[in-house]
């Protein structure tokens, strides 16, 4: 056995075995959704191991969301289609702005990555940015891959609710161009309207020279909706102009070796609106370049990435007025992170192990004579090693342990050990779990002692504190999966323990910064809960898709946290009316939830219906349409108290030529 599993894990190598590459399917995406889900638990990932495996042998519990799936619908961002799995929840906040949930953490929780390289604009803009939900032209994604759970013993910091990774296109045998333009027209209030046009051209130049290129310009209508609006100028949706662009370079100079060279920009304004009590305005543009060198070797696979990201932001906010002791214009923030990552990885096959080992150097610098005063900025850099052993135990179970050490130069040391099994009990059911712990590090602004902010709407400072500790989490879960020829199932239980949160709290009244605010540890957090999902193919041409999430999260005096739905459930039915013409609908159903600001007070629950379809005229042109929100639901409407503004009724059109 032991031979057969080096030669299959050497094949896996020979794939240059990373989170960084696998991307096989073609631009015009023609096959029908029934039977792109029948096997579901056999599509590959990477991002939970590292390695190439099923879905249904990775170590961790893995969503997969394919460039169907994010084309389906007109979407602001990645949240709107993310927020269809088990586990993911979208919070919404100011401006209609999405926030991803993953098992009742929040978007401060969850790793970003495109191409298992980190992104990041949070430590420039502080008070609330969504930049980071789609970076890249949507067009250009291949597919993303959801972790839910703690995965720090392979990626670091940040970790701790779980990974979103997105995984690009890469270029084809043959030169392919791909077009998009869609519409979306608010059906109620004022404004509202969104338009996207989007370029995809891949191929390649020579026998071993690739280029991909991806352009995509996006524009939203501010929107305005005075029956659930505080005052007639408050912005529900705020306007947005935004310009991505995004290229990719891959060189192949032997046969064992390959070289990718990644150049994206990306340019995101949000002109001046209003929460109806006060203005705001913020902006970003960023440039990222990677480089990437993959070699195998007869004794397994090596990797390089190194990836720069320099973002300059403005946040402007007319709530955060000039205080009399300062000279400086506290309501306009001009801040600059610049974001450098480098990692290096080695992969090897002996016998029944796989092993993974490397090391990682991440830095975040803040330029920023407003946050900033004495200093004009600050850094932080964070050093890890980390290794993995995945071992075939027997032919039927697999063990996966892994531990990473980090040290940052403002908290020390940390260790974040992992193990995993998982058990293939026959050829359609598997049973696996495991119990992984992950950190999350104070972020720039939140640890360091240089950083001081406007606040309490003009009437205090926020500063941070290098007495900060990490975040750290335990969690535990267990799963059982099911694939069979018509249907596919999986049920997970998880309990994920949290210490020492880091929340914002007043300095004592013996402080130096007493009547001022700051960062502190304050907290722990339990969340525990279910995740159960159902495919059932009910006709050659009919399919049922759904999952149901329940959710218990409580602070560390047993008290529930807020905004978090106890009950979220997914359902979606697909027909293939003909070859051509495929139609859905699709509900997304949110439980009630504690109130964020009034205490003992709950959120009612709510539901969103979305109709539509899509009609392939030929392999180059395909045509959709559909209504988003289909039953104008509103949570304010019924309760005047809700925080929650949803985006309105709305139609949608689109048409794909590819070519």
């Known amino acids: 056995m032991g031979a057969q599993t080096g030669m299959s894990r050497t094949l896996q190598l020979s794939a240059l075995t990373s989170a960084i590459f696998l991307s096989q399917a073609a631009f015009a995406d023609t096959e029908d959704t029934?039977?792109?889900?029948?096997?579901?638990?056999?599509?590959?990932?990477?991002?939970?191991?590292?390695?190439?495996?099923?879905?249904?042998?990775?170590?961790?519990?893995?969503?997969?969301?394919?460039?169907?799936?994010?084309?389906?619908?007109?979407v602001k961002d990645l949240v709107d289609v993310l927020e269809t799995l088990p586990g993911v929840t979208n919070q919404p906040t100011s401006g209609g702005r999405n926030g991803i949930m993953i098992r009742g953490l929040n978007e401060d929780y969850v790793l970003r990555l495109i191409n298992g390289k980190r992104i990041s604009s949070s430590n420039g803009i502080w008070r609330a940015n969504n930049f980071d939900n789609s970076p890249l032209p949507l067009q250009y994604i291949e597919r993303v891959e959801v972790v839910r759970g703690p995965m720090s013993a392979l990626y670091g910091s940040d970790a701790v609710a779980g990974v979103v990774n997105i995984i690009t296109k890469k270029p084809q045998a043959t030169w392919q161009n791909y077009l998009s333009l869609e519409t979306s027209i608010m059906q109620q209030g004022e404004g509202g309207d969104r338009d996207r046009m989007a370029l995809v051209s891949s191929g390649l130049l020579t026998d071993t020279l690739g280029l991909t290129f991806s352009a995509e310009k996006a524009k939203q209508d501010a929107w305005y909706y005075e029956p659930i609006a505080e005052s007639a100028e408050h912005t529900l949706i705020e306007p947005r102009d935004a310009l991505k662009l995004a290229t990719t370079l891959d060189w192949q100079p032997a046969d064992n070796q390959s070289l990718s060279l990644d150049l994206a920009y990306d340019e995101d304004e949000v002109p001046l609106s209003s929460y109806g009590y006060a203005q705001y305005q913020q902006d970003i543009e960023r440039w990222t370049y990677g480089l990437t060198w993959r070699g195998e070797w007869s004794w397994g696979g090596s990797e390089l990435l190194v990836n720069r990201s320099d973002a300059k932001m403005l946040d402007y906010n007319s709530r955060y007025v000039d205080l009399a002791t300062t000279d400086r214009d506290e309501r306009f923030l001009q801040p600059d992170e610049i974001f450098t990552t480098v990692r290096g990885s080695v992969f090897a096959s002996y016998g029944i192990h796989t092993l993974t080992a490397g090391a990682e150097y991440l830095e975040t610098e803040v330029k920023d004579d407003i946050q900033y005063p004495v200093s004009g900025g600050a850094s932080l850099n964070l050093k890890s090693l980390f290794v993995q052993d995945q071992i075939d135990l027997t032919e039927r179970l697999t063990a996966t342990i892994g531990l990473r050490a980090e040290d940052a130069e403002i908290y020390g040391s940390h260790l974040s050990p992992r193990g995993y099994l998982v058990y293939n009990l026959s050829d359609d059911i598997t049973i696996k779990g495991g119990v992984g712990s992950a950190f999350r590090a104070p972020t720039l602004f939140q640890a360091s002692p240089l950083f001081q902010s406007i606040s309490c709407g003009g009437n205090c400072f926020i500063y941070g504190n290098p007495d900060l500790?990490?975040?750290?989490?335990?969690?535990?879960?267990?799963?059982?999966?099911?694939?069979?020829?018509n249907w596919h199932a999986s049920l997970t239980w998880f309990h994920n323990k949290v210490d020492d949160l880091m929340e914002v709290g007043y300095f004592p009244d013996d402080h130096a910064n007493a009547g001022n605010r700051g960062y502190f540890n304050i907290e722990e957090a339990t969340l525990q809960g279910i995740e159960a999902t159902f495919w059932w193919r009910l006709h050659d041409r009919v399919s049922l898709n759904t999952n149901y999430s329940y959710l218990d999260a409580r602070d560390g005096n047993d008290?529930?946290?807020?905004?978090?739905?106890?009950?979220?459930?997914?359902?979606?039915?697909?027909?293939?009316?003909?070859?051509?013409?495929?139609?859905?609908?699709?509900?997304?159903?949110?439980?009630?939830?504690?109130?964020?600001?009034?205490?003992?007070?709950?959120?009612?629950?709510?539901?969103?219906?979305d109709i539509g379809g899509r009609y392939v005229f030929s392999t180059m042109l395909a045509f959709k349409a559909g209504v988003t929100n289909l039953g104008s639901t509103q949570p304010r409407e019924k309760d005047p108290a809700s925080i929650l503004y949803l985006q309105g009724k709305a139609f949608f059109a689109g048409v794909d030529f590819s070519f």
């Open 469 to 485: 500790n990490e975040e750290t989490s335990v969690n535990t879960e267990l799963a059982v999966l099911i694939e069979r020829d």
């Open 559 to 609: 008290v529930r946290l807020e905004r978090r739905p106890r009950h979220k459930a997914y359902a979606r039915v697909d027909v293939d009316v003909t070859e051509a013409l495929s139609l859905y609908v699709a509900h997304n159903y949110y439980g009630e939830q504690a109130d964020a600001y009034v205490a003992d007070q709950v959120q009612d629950a709510y539901g969103i219906t």
């Open 34 to 74: 029934t039977k792109k889900q029948e096997k579901a638990l056999e599509h590959i990932v990477v991002t939970a191991s590292g390695n190439q495996t099923t879905l249904a042998n990775a170590p961790a519990s893995i969503s997969l969301i394919d460039a169907s799936e994010i084309h389906r619908q007109p």
